[in-house]
C-alpha cells in the first residue's frame, strides 16, 4: 500500500468511489504482521514467526467496541466473545505492559453492563486505559462512565501518560456532537492537547487513541471526527505517531508521513466495509465466521528505532 | 430479482395511493409516525398540524436517540423503543440522533 493521496481530489468521481475506499485499508489477514518503517507499512510474514522475534520494548494491547448487553442476531453472545478474548490475551506467551479500551465498552451505559465488563476485562490482570465510546455515556445522569474510568481524568475523559518512553494521549470524541457532523473533541480538548505536547521532544513516540478515527474514514455513516485534523495538527511534527481508533468494528490503516492511523476489531460484532451495506450496523454473518472479523491488536515498540508493529488478531481462523 | 426502478415505481404507486387516501392534505393533525431503519429516520421530512404528536420507533439493532436543540430531547431508544413528542407551537424543528449526528430530520408544523 502507497502513501498515496486519500482525498480522491483529482479522481472523476464525486464520492469516493468503493474501490478508492478499499485501496485506502490495509486488511491485516489472520496472522500477517504489519511493521511500519519510514511510513511505508510492510508484511513480514505469519505471526508466529513474529511473535518469536518479538523485542523487548513496549506492547500493549488494544481491545475495542466490547458492547457488553448487545444480544442481537449480529452476536447473541457478546460476553462470550468478550470472554474468548480475554483468555486469548491470558494466554499470550509474552505479557503485554497492559492494555487499552478504545470505547464502547457497554452497549446501553447500564450499570449491570459496566460491572459485567468490569468482571470480564479484568481478568486480563492487566492494567486498563480506557476512552469512552458514544455507548457509554447513555445513562440518564452520564456519570457511570466517570465514576469507574474518569478518575483523574480531564473533562469528559482525556488524559495521558507515558510508559517506556512512549507518549500515549485517551481523548474523548463522542460528545457533544453536532447534529450532521461527525466525532468531535472540541476545543477545551484541542487547547488541553496542544499544551499537553508542547515542549515534548520530536522524537517521543506519540500513541493517541480515541473512540471514532480521528481520521476521515467514510462521512456518509459518520465514520470520521469533525476537528480530529487539529489534533493531527498537533502531533504531526512527531516522528512517529501512532492513531489507534474502534467504533467501526474492522481492521483498517492508513499512513500519512509519520503518522499511521489503525482501527481494530470489535469484540461483540463486525460492521460492513464502507458503502457495502444499506448502514454501518451490526453486520450478520454465518456464526462460523463470525470470530474471524471479531478480535484485538497488539502494538509494539521497539524502542531506539522508531519501529512500531501492530498484529491484529481474530478470535478463531 | 424485480428491476430497481421497477420497485421504486412500486413504491411510488403507493405513496401516490396512500396521498389519494388523505385527500392530499400536506398535513394533519392527530399521531404521525417515523421509523428509523438503517440508520435512516422516514420519512426525513414530515409536516404537521398544531397539536399533533409524532412517535419515533427504532427498528434498528443499535440505539437512537432523537434530540431538537431547546425543543426535545429522547432518551435512548434501544430496538424497538420509542419516543413521542406533541408539537404544540408552529415552526420548523430540525432534530438529529446525539450517537449517529449524521442523522437528521424535519418536522414542519403548521
Known amino acids: 500500500m502507497s502513501d498515496h493521496d486519500h482525498n480522491d481530489e483529482g479522481g472523476k468521481d464525486t464520492g469516493i468511489s468503493r474501490r478508492r475506499v478499499l485501496e485506502c485499508m490495509t486488511w491485516a489477514g489472520t496472522g500477517v504482521l504489519w511493521t511500519i518503517s519510514g511510513g511505508v507499512p510492510r508484511s513480514l510474514g505469519l505471526v508466529d514467526s513474529a511473535v518469536a522475534a518479538q523485542p523487548a520494548g513496549l506492547s500493549f494491547l488494544q481491545i475495542s467496541d466490547s458492547h457488553v448487553g448487545f444480544d442481537k442476531p449480529a452476536n ?151 476537528d480530529g485534523a487539529r489534533a493531527l495538527e498537533y502531533v504531526k511534527g512527531f516522528g512517529s505517531v501512532t492513531v489507534l481508533n474502534g467504533h467501526i468494528h474492522q481492521v483498517m490503516q492508513k499512513v500519512e508521513g509519520n503518522v499511521t492511523f489503525h482501527t481494530a476489531r470489535s469484540t461483540a460484532f463486525p460492521q460492513p466495509a464502507p458503502g457495502t451495506a444499506p448502514s454501518p450496523g451490526p453486520m450478520k454473518v454465518a456464526d462460523d465466521k463470525l470470530r474471524a472479523l471479531l478480535g484485538v491488536a497488539s502494538i509494539n515498540f521497539k524502542p531506539g528505532d522508531q519501529r512500531l508493529a501492530i498484529i491484529d488478531t481474530p478470535l478463531q481462523g | 430479482m424485480i428491476p430497481l426502478t421497477q420497485r421504486v415505481g412500486g413504491k411510488l404507486a ?97
Open chain 2, 14 to 110: 403507493i405513496a401516490v395511493a396512500i396521498c389519494l387516501f388523505f385527500g392530499g392534505a400536506h398535513a394533519y393533525a392527530g399521531e404521525s409516525e417515523i421509523t428509523i431503519d438503517n440508520f435512516t429516520f422516514s420519512p426525513p421530512e414530515l409536516t404537521v398540524k398544531v397539536g399533533s404528536t409524532v412517535t419515533w420507533k427504532n427498528h434498528d439493532d443499535i440505539p437512537h436517540t432523537v434530540v431538537s436543540a431547546g425543543k426535545f430531547r429522547s432518551k435512548t431508544m434501544d430496538t424497538d423503543g420509542s419516543f413521542s413528542f406533541t408539537f404544540t407551537a408552529a415552526g420548523s424543528y430540525t432534530y438529529f440522533c446525539s450517537l449517529h449526528p449524521h442523522m437528521t430530520g424535519m418536522i414542519k408544523v403548521e
Open chain 1, 76 to 226: 447473541p453472545n457478546a460476553i462470550g466473545t468478550l470472554e474468548e478474548a480475554i483468555g486469548r490475551i491470558k494466554a499470550m506467551p509474552i505479557k503485554p505492559s497492559f492494555m487499552i479500551h478504545t470505547g464502547d465498552i457497554t452497549h446501553l451505559s447500564k450499570a449491570a453492563e459496566f460491572d459485567q465488563a468490569e468482571r470480564i476485562i479484568s481478568q486480563a490482570k492487566l492494567d486498563v486505559h480506557y476512552v469512552p465510546g458514544e455507548h457509554d455515556f447513555l445513562d440518564e445522569e452520564v456519570k457511570l462512565y466517570r465514576e469507574r474510568y474518569g478518575r483523574g481524568a480531564k473533562g469528559a475523559g482525556w488524559y495521558s501518560f507515558d510508559a517506556n518512553g512512549v507518549h500515549l494521549i485517551g481523548l474523548v470524541n463522542v460528545v457533544d456532537l453536532k447534529a450532521g457532523g461527525l466525532g468531535n473533541l472540541g476545543a477545551e480538548q484541542l487547547e488541553w492537547l496542544e499544551a499537553d505536547l508542547r515542549g515534548r521532544s520530536r522524537s517521543t513516540p506519540i500513541v493517541v487513541f480515541a473512540h471514532i478515527p480521528l481520521w476521515t474514514v467514510y462521512p456518509a455513516w459518520g465514520w470520521g471526527t469533525e
